[in-house]
């Protein structure tokens, strides 16, 4: 297989693809890319990838540099966990960016090249902080774990969450969705809203949010 039978791959792909060489040069930047950061191929093929995708962490500090230690690994031939950056489009969107980076053997004989996959995850993140603020936003006002006044007012939910429970409690505090939270667990949907009925029920409340709420109150989470 040649380069440009690799790129005819990963031209067919769903998810945005960039192929950056051991430089840090992208070679190839299909249509999906594209759709999702509003470059065309031609303005960035040859461009470094830090200069493009200019992705940044949780705290806005710059993820993506020159001797980007992900690139370096994948070239190695070592994997490398999916990760979140925040990245910016052509038009100046601000967009959170799902990141998978593969490692692949250059057919021209260069070495290895560094396969990224990226897909638009900006809802899911845009949840989670919004779920987190809530979070910190009651935990304000949740009593003091020092004072046992305080928390004998807030008694913990009778009969107690299950490990189960708790865990779909705490993917729904992080914005997830039915969806998301079923397959994060690897389960049916159907048992998701089976525990989460349950959990509305044992914490008396009536709602998923109200859930996270009450979870940031009694520290479940």
Not at 86 to 98: A, E, F, I, Q, Y
């Amino acid at each position: 297989m040649d380069r440009s039978n690799l790129f005819a791959l990963f031209e067919r792909a769903a998810d945005g693809v960039h192929i950056v060489a051991a430089d840090q040069r992208i070679i190839f930047w299909n249509s999906a890319a594209s759709r999702i950061l509003g470059y065309e191929a031609k303005e960035v093929v040859g461009r470094f990838c830090f200069d493009v995708v200019a992705g940044g962490d949780y705290q806005g500090n710059p993820f993506c540099r020159r001797g980007c230690p992900t690139i370096q690994a994948a070239i190695r031939g070592k994997s490398v966990p999916n990760y979140d950056v925040l990245s910016r489009t052509k038009d100046g969107r601000d967009v959170w960016l799902n990141m998978s980076v593969l490692p692949a053997p250059d057919p021209d004989g260069n070495g290895a090249l560094a396969v990224h996959l990226f897909r638009d995850v900006s809802k899911r993140r845009r949840a989670e902080i919004l779920a987190q603020q809530t979070i910190a936003a009651v935990s304000q006002y949740s009593p003091s774990a020092d004072d046992p006044a305080d928390a004998e007012a807030y008694p913990a939910p009778e009969p107690p969450l299950t490990r189960r429970e708790l865990e779909v409690l705490r993917l729904l505090t992080c914005g997830m969705r039915v969806a998301k939270v079923a397959e994060s667990l690897g389960i049916k949907e159907t048992t998701v809203r089976n525990h989460i009925e349950h959990i509305l029920a044992k914490l008396g409340v009536h709602s998923r949010l109200e859930a996270v709420v009450f979870a940031a109150q009694h520290r479940l989470v």
